[in-house]
């Protein structure tokens, strides 16, 4: 199971943008009140799903001593229940679905576990912190509409609430992403110093972003008394590129140039320090992660502004709360090769960072 990489990422991601969102825009002596914080993002090429719940709040005296409290921003175990439901949808124009009013019951229901895990030191309460997860892999379906509830046990009432739809599936009958196509390398071309990269727009999908995996081998040789001992050791790097939001209303197809001096300068940080010998490994994989238009909103809403007006509203999509219930993808994929041969303009190039690639 991916669940440790996966909540090590969602939390990380989720906690920071907590420290943003909780900006309070009321009276800092008003009468304490909780609200519940809600963060989870679904992906249906994830094998776990994970739900941060935690709580803001407004009430006298210092904001910041209350933050390290335990109980002040956290719900103990057994105090709520997260679940999450999959609906019967109606599709409206374009790719947008909505829940079907005439639908009596979930097709879906997942009722989430509570764990906790290590949290590093900061402003706030740095002990175990608590996470909702259920098992989904290959549970989900593109045609539902999903809800996520946060349920006070004590009452038996609804606290929090959000709905969001999946992302859809490429078109089987092609390519996902067609430049470079699958008889082509991934290079960069003359002068220009570009590699177009084209794909076709998934439902629902709101924004973009590519990135491009470099595979090298680290080549130790080890004296032993008769000889050396050879150990190989893969690795990767993430080369990653700027965003696009084309309209999500439709399926279509875009582009984006992928620069050489973006790609040299990622390789040139992660290796010029590394004096191990390297094998270039002739492929790269190019990864094209895309999330739906209400992440897409949250994200713009927590984004440094360059005007000189700083103020922008906080987004949410939580029903009685603050927060984000949204859909990705960050697994599709497509393997090109590179231009195997030594003295391609590609291999130089690479040769030319100073640092020792074979």
């Known amino acids: 199971m991916k ?9 990380s991601c989720l906690l920071a943008a907590f420290f943003v969102s909780c900006e309070v825009e009321f009276s800092p002596n008003a009468e304490w009140k909780e609200m519940p914080v809600v963060y989870c993002v679904l992906d249906q090429d994830d094998d776990t799903t994970f739900v941060r719940v935690q709580r803001c709040y407004l009430g006298s005296g210092n904001q910041y001593e209350y933050a390290t409290i335990y109980d002040s921003i956290n719900y103990r175990e057994g105090d709520i229940q ?23 019951a979930p097709v879906k229901d997942w009722v989430c576990d509570y764990m906790e895990i290590e949290k590093s030191d900061g402003a706030f309460n740095a002990t175990k912190q608590p996470v909702y997860f259920c098992p989904t892999k290959n549970q989900f379906d593109t045609n539902l509409v999903y809800q996520l509830l946060v349920i006070d046990t004590r009452s038996g009432d609804t606290i929090a609430r959000a709905t969001t739809a999946l992302l859809g599936n490429p078109n089987t009958n092609r ?27 998934l439902p629902r999908a709101r924004k973009y972003q590519p990135v491009v995996r470099f595979y090298y081998k680290d080549f130790i040789l080890t004296p032993n008394g008769h000889g050396n001992d050879t150990t190989i050791i893969r690795h990767s790097i993430d080369i990653e590129y700027g965003t696009k939001s084309p309209a999500v209303n439709e399926v279509t197809q875009c582009n984006r140039s992928i620069d050489e001096q973006t790609y040299l300068s990622t390789l040139r940080t992660h290796l010029q320090n590394d004096t191990v010998h390297k094998i270039i490994i002739d492929t790269v994989d190019i990864y094209l992660r895309c999330c739906s238009e209400e992440l897409s909103n949250y994200i713009y809403s927590h984004e ?11 987004y949410t999509n939580v029903e009685g709360g603050l927060g984000i219930f949204a859909s990705r993808r960050t697994h599709m994929y ?15 190039k690479i040769h030319k960072l100073g640092v020792n690639l074979w």
Do not use: H
């Not at 669940?3 to 939390?11: G, Q």
């Not at 390519?175 to 727009?201: A, D, R, V, Y």
């Open 82 to 104: 997260v679940k999450i439901l999959g609906w019967p949808s109606l599709r409206s124009a374009g790719q947008v679905l909505s829940v079907d009013p005439s639908a009596t």
């Open 304 to 314: 440094t502004s360059s005007s000189i007006n700083q103020n922008r509203v906080n």
């Open 334 to 348: 497509v393997r090109r090769i590179t231009p195997p041969n030594g003295d391609s303009d590609y291999k130089k």
């Open 175 to 201: 390519e996902f992403i067609t430049k470079p196509s699958n008889n082509s390398k991934f290079q960069f071309q003359g002068n220009t110093g570009m590699c177009e990269l084209q794909w076709f727009t």
């Open 3 to 11: 669940m440790k990489r996966y909540k090590y990422i969602l939390l």
